[in-house]
């Protein structure tokens, strides 16, 4: 389980970065075409708000690459730290697997909202699709709500023997 679950943080981390870097080279190659002023705001309808220099168009890059280091630093240490809770130790690599996987699974959420669906918005000046963003934020929600209710079972399931 443990080597699968790896696999799986793999993918979901290259994934992230190749989302990053595919949007970062598709706005350098559209530089030049970008108006002077952009719309870089959107209002919660999905329309633009606020128009700024086209230097904001790396906005989401700049979010997107920090979301990458700072969930790259938090799924590194996630297999370094025990649990403290009184399981096994079986019990405590799946609780530490279960919020690894997370940790990837939003890093991944966050890139995409940001490197892609935000970013293409703003280089094709167009109107953001809201859904993208209200999924999101279930997915985001899902997530934490199926992590505490396994961290639960795995708490009850894995007693350490005494």
Not at 23 to 30: E, F, N, P, Q
Not at 52 to 76: E, M, N, Q, V
Not at 87 to 111: A, C, E, P, T
């Amino acid at each position: 389980m443990e080597k699968g679950i790896r696999i799986i943080c793999l993918i979901l981390n290259i994934l992230a970065w190749a989302v990053f870097v595919l949007g970062l080279i598709r706005l350098l190659v559209a530089w030049n075409t970008l108006p002077d002023e952009i719309g870089i705001h959107f209002t919660s309808d999905g329309n633009f708000d606020a128009r700024r220099s086209k230097l904001l168009a790396f906005y989401p890059y700049i979010i997107s690459l920090l979301t990458l280091a700072f969930f790259g630093i938090c799924g590194f240490f996630s297999n370094k730290i025990k649990s403290g809770l009184k399981i096994s130790s079986k019990g405590d690599m799946i609780i530490r697997q279960q919020i690894r996987l997370s940790i990837y699974i939003i890093q991944f959420n966050v890139v995409f909202f940001f490197s892609g669906e935000w970013a293409d918005a703003v280089i094709r000046q167009r109107q953001l699709n809201t859904v993208i963003p209200v999924l999101s934020m279930y997915i985001f929600m899902l997530l934490l709500l199926l992590l505490v209710i396994s961290i639960v079972i795995v708490r009850f399931t894995c007693k350490k023997k005494e």
